[in-house]
């Protein structure tokens, strides 16, 4: 039985999500973090869930915007501006 890549992606997902969620849990104590002119004191777990959240959001933009295309497909940043026509009356 062959296992396709996008099970082994949604299996690599999930201990992944495991790994975190443990590790999350695990670091509840209070911590002190220094953000440029203000220091913010929560959970650790916060802190990390955090830092996920943000490295998330910054793979999924930069992936976006540096993945080629599919084959067929065509990238917004790819075609030319269409200028407009003008319609003679």
Do not use: C, Y
């Not at 002119?37 to 540096?66: D, K, N, Y």
């Amino acid at each position: 039985m062959a296992v396709s890549w996008r099970m082994m992606k949604v299996g690599l997902v999930a201990v992944l999500a495991i790994l975190m969620i443990v590790l999350i849990a695990q670091n509840t104590a209070p911590v002190e973090t220094r953000l440029v002119f203000v220091t913010v004191t929560m959970p650790r777990a916060a802190l990390l869930l955090v830092t996920l959240l943000v490295g998330v959001v910054f793979g999924i933009a930069i992936a976006s915007r540096i993945l080629p295309a599919k084959p067929g497909q065509v990238h917004e940043r790819d075609v030319p501006p269409v200028e407009k026509v003008k319609e003679s009356a």
